[in-house]
């Protein structure tokens, strides 16, 4: 059973416009939580990382927040591009050992429109 | 940019070939890692080194083996390919041995297996 779920599974938006993606996990313990930016036919590429004590982050027009109660993360990005258009990845690390193992969400496809 | 490269990007080959899929990195990292994705899912991990002469199975049982003899490195190979190897393969490395350390990834080879 995958521990990190993303929604929505996809979104359209038009170019300008701002969203918000969602990410909860059930991994414990946790020790961190990454947001992957995947073009089509790429690899992901990291856009934040945050810790346990961490509850927000931001990377130019990218901003991450997490809540480690309730095990939520959201990726909010605003005045999206038409580069933003990818798939966008929730990446749970957890504590089970040095390097902790990765849990993967499936992405949310995002797709601006001009 | 990571400087990690896999070639091929794209392999069309028919049932019980054997193929090697290369990953080379440049960033001197000790871990290297290859991660299976279907469309729309999550990434699994097939394989891992820590560094030369080091291998291990991921989470996702693979047919396919893995070497480490050098540390810039890191093939896969499937010794006789079948269309359930159809796949996108990632690679990725790491440097360090903290959890927060950040896995570069490749830009992937799509296989198709007739």
């Known amino acids: 059973k995958n521990q990190v779920e993303q929604s929505p599974q996809s979104l359209i938006i038009l170019e300008g416009k701002n969203c918000t993606l969602q990410?909860?996990?059930?991994?414990?313990?946790?020790?961190?939580l990454r947001w992957y930016k995947q073009d089509t036919g790429r690899g992901p590429v990291s856009l934040t990382i945050?810790?346990?004590?961490?509850n927000t982050k931001s990377n130019g027009r990218y901003t991450a927040t997490l809540d480690a109660d309730t095990k939520q993360s959201s990726l909010h990005i605003t005045a999206s591009q038409l580069s933003d258009s990818a798939s966008y990845i929730c990446?749970?690390?957890?504590?089970?050992?040095?390097?902790?193992?990765?849990?993967f969400g499936r992405g949310t496809q995002l797709t601006v429109w001009p | 940019e990571a400087d990690i490269y896999q070639t091929p990007r794209y392999l069309v080959i028919g049932t019980g070939k054997k193929i090697t899929l290369e990953c080379s990195q440049t960033?001197?990292?000790?871990?290297m890692y290859w991660y299976q994705q279907d469309p729309g899912m999550e990434l699994h991990l097939i394989h891992y080194?820590?560094?030369?002469?080091?291998?291990e199975k991921g989470d996702l049982s693979s047919e396919s083996t893995v070497s480490r003899i050098r540390t810039e490195h890191f093939p896969l190979t499937l010794e006789s390919a079948r269309p359930s190897h159809t796949s996108q393969y990632l690679c990725?490395?790491?440097?360090?041995?903290?959890?927060?350390?950040?896995?570069?990834f490749g830009p992937g080879t799509r296989l198709t297996v007739l």
């Open positions: 990446v749970v690390n957890d504590r089970g050992s040095t390097l902790g193992r990765l849990y």
């Open positions: 990410c909860n996990y059930t991994v414990s313990p946790f020790s961190n």
């Open positions: 945050m810790t346990f004590s961490e």
């Open positions: 960033m001197g990292h000790d871990k």
């Open positions: 080194s820590y560094g030369v002469n080091s291998t």
């Open positions: 990725a490395s790491c440097q360090g041995a903290s959890s927060t350390d950040t896995q570069y």
